[in-house]
């Protein structure tokens, strides 16, 4: 026998980034705090603050190269994206977000008026979103580095969680969805254009500026949950899609023990999505159910409750069911008819693969 | 005239850390929100979350290589010390921590069982603090980097500022400091002597194990706010060291209007971190006043007050007085008896300076 002299090493690739977070919540143990309602299981923490009142937080972390690439993220969409993302992890509880500190890691060849621009990013986001940011922290880092928390607030009962979906209930998507993959195929083409082409290349971006935006500036959806109050109707389940439709169905069947019926023609998609798609000779169902940063909101709700809000602001694109299959929770009724298991991230049940940023 | 294409572009060593921060507050603006007590002036952000009741928000960031060297900085220490240095900015506004958010950065050189590493310091902090980690992000980046937020409660009107000194106050300081500073001179020559001599070196770290835990894993003084509510004391302000005993004491008199006399002979020092003075030269009392990262607080209090308190868990370092000369608003009175004004990072106004990490 060899002897070791260092313990076991695992790389993270061996277990991936959801066996690291079990990892990490078995290092951790349960919440032992009375106060919180719901950990790390949701879009974001829920503790109590007062009687029937809590509150809510989260966090994301952006990383230059990993993230996002500056040869073609302008620095104030960055600032905004990097609020909005976590805007719409509150916004995924039914919470109103109202806090927020950002924290930024600043590599040595940034410039002041860089990370002013990145603060205007920011600050046109809390205006949309109505948040205060209260504080944070600047440092020196290696690549340009966004951490951004954000509080929210709500009655503890408008909480509303992923396990919440019911049998019969419509599953629906706020807004279209695929847009902001079809924006990331654009901008990297472009980028490569750019080295291959020099100065002479044309990036010909009006054609393609709504894709574009939906991926460097996606909006989160505060405006839909206002709705909802307004017209009195309370989702079941509720998730923001930050890693494509497919995947955010899944943990919504998955925390609520239910499946899920879908139709790929009922895909709510703008004709710019479809544009890119075609002109990649790509399957545009692709984009828009494994994309992902669409920050849209999907929710199921009992079809009378529907009534109550304004047809123009959702699609309906399934049903929750009683899975026939506990293996595969949802199914994809495909445009040509076949019913299909539709997997989380399943690039491979589809004719082509998008590639990764 | 030269036409210039771009922007003015400013380097942040132009402006300096202060600076920057000035900027990204007036891009910002003042908060808004009726609700927010007090945002990015103090350690921790106040905002009201019921009649009487508010909560506490802070935030930091550790990037390896520029805060902590994995070299000699242990997994287990840095999530301890991650956690500490947030506490010790929740405590510094005389509130108890209650939750906390973790979002790690891990490069590829990383593995499981180093993260886990991590979060078992992280745990172990936990514990000691009575916190619990609600939520996070685990991202790709290319230096190991921890974003820590904590919030934490406090009945308003127990809640203590930097602002609140008063003339006749002392000047006090829980545990001992300079400490940290001290480690970090043996860890970084012990690195030094280490590529030097190889193998056979023998760092003899047993003989300064407390100063390279103070700087490895330094605690929050959860403890001394929980004594001061126990015998009915209340400083009239508080912050933590994190900058060192001059910059704070600085702070503390910007934001009440007042100066500071203080006493060298009366700072506290450990034994150890003297024989760390002395074995490289010099002045001890440099590492106390500008070493910093005690994580120990400063606290202003009438001296009829501190008789409720232990004297064991603080000293007395100076009074708060009206100062002589608003531009040197803080007085040291040196152990031969000169009274020399303090700078908050000066130096250069003692007889030697240690190097920077």
Known sequence: MEAHEHPQQTAISEIGEFGLIAHMRDTLGEPEADSVVSGVADDAAVYRVDDGQVHLLTTDMLVEGIHFDRAFMPLEHLGFKALSVNVSDIVAMNAAPRYATVSVGIPQNTSVEMVETIYEGLDQACGAYDVTIVGGDTVAAHGLTLSVSVVGAAAESDVIYREGAQVGDKVCVTGD??????????????????????????????????????????????????????????????????????????????????????????????????????????????????????????FTMPEDDLDALDPQTYNVVGEVVTPDDPDDPVLLQRAHGENVPLQPDGFEHFDDSPPQQ
């Open 177 to 298: 969805i695929g847009a902001s993959f079809a924006g990331l195929k654009v901008l990297l083409r472009n980028r490569e254009r750019l080295e291959e082409e020099g100065e002479d290349f044309d990036p010909k971006l009006d054609s393609y500026s709504y894709v574009i935006r939906r991926h460097l500036a996606p909006p989160a959806q505060l405006k839909a949950i206002r709705e909802w109050a307004d017209a009195g109707a309370q989702p079941h389940a509720l998730i923001d899609i930050s890693d494509g439709l497919a995947a955010e169905v899944h943990h919504i069947c998955e925390a609520s023990g239910v499946g899920a019926q879908l139709y790929e023609p009922a895909l709510p998609i703008d004709p710019e999505t479809r544009n890119v798609a075609t002109d990649f000779g790509e399957d545009v169902s692709v984009y828009a159910l494994f994309g992902g940063e669409d920050y849209e909101l999907v």
